[in-house]
T-cell receptor
Framework: DAGITQSPRHKVTETGTPVTLRCHQT?????MYWYRQDPGHGLRLIHYSYGVKDTDKGEVSDGYSVSRSKTEDFLLTLESATSSQTSVYFCAISGGRGYQGYTFGSGTRLTVV | RKEVEQDPGPFNVPEGATVAFNCTYS??????FFWYRQDCRKEPKLLMS???SGNEDGRFTAQLNRASQYISLLIRDSKLSDSATYLC??????????????FGKGTHLIIQP
């Protein structure tokens, strides 16, 4: 399997607190993505990165920021967590944007109380 | 807005039967197509790519109809372990923009003993 890990696997946090999720890859892939998955909505893109320090917004980026200071790490920050951000967050990597499919991490289950 | 539509199911199928499901996509410029499998509370995993000529991988056959913009997945001799959600995935075909891949919401398959 591709080397992609997400941390933490589970997190419970309080409304209004900042939260950072980490995605780490050992495949040296250029593209990295953050998705959230909710019942009835499927996978929705939050942000993506096409290189170190190169990021762009996805479909549901409000309330989220990202950073990529190294090829291997892509961080997702919830600036001030809200209950609507309770979700499962998946990171994905790809060597070629959209043409090779993505490999997903195991996900982070986030609960905002 | 690019759309990928799937019947959410569930499809309840007896073990050993053949099951097929389709998805339709709206973006005629799409060039790459995939089926992903997602088990409950797990990450999506690439099942197979879909090629214009159709392709087979063991008990699984994928077909692409560009004219009608739909993709199909056929599972023969279904096993209990085939129970999962199957995601239809299509690339945006532009090489740019906010998203390389568009995910359907998935079809839930339950194989019954």
């Amino acid at each position: 399997d591709a080397g992609i890990t997400q941390s933490p696997r589970h997190k419970v946090t309080e409304t209004g607190t900042p939260v950072t999720l980490r995605c780490h890859q050992t495949e040296n892939h250029r593209y990295m993505y953050w998705y959230r998955q909710d019942p009835g909505h499927g996978l929705r893109l939050i942000h993506y990165s096409y290189g170190v320090k190169d990021t762009d917004k996805g479909e549901v980026s409000d309330g989220y920021s990202v950073s990529r200071s190294k090829t291997e790490d892509f961080l997702l920050t919830l600036e001030s967590a809200t209950s609507s951000q309770t979700s499962v967050y998946f990171c994905a990597i790809s060597g070629g944007r959209g043409y090779q499919g993505y490999t997903f991490g195991s996900g982070t289950r986030l609960t905002v109380v | 807005r690019k759309e990928v539509e799937q019947d959410p199911g569930p499809f309840n199928v007896p073990e050993g039967a053949t099951v097929a499901f389709n998805c339709t996509y709206s973006n005629s410029a799409s060039q790459s197509f995939f089926w992903y499998r997602q088990d409950c509370r797990k990450e999506p995993k690439l099942l197979m790519s879909v090629y214009s000529s159709g392709n087979e991988d063991g008990r699984f056959t994928a077909q692409l109809n560009r004219a009608s913009q739909y993709i199909s997945l056929l599972i023969r001799d279904s096993k209990l372990s085939d129970s999962a959600t199957y995601l239809c995935v299509v690339n945006d075909g532009t090489g740019g923009g906010a998203d390389g891949l568009t995910f359907g919401k998935g079809t839930h398959l339950i194989i019954q003993p």
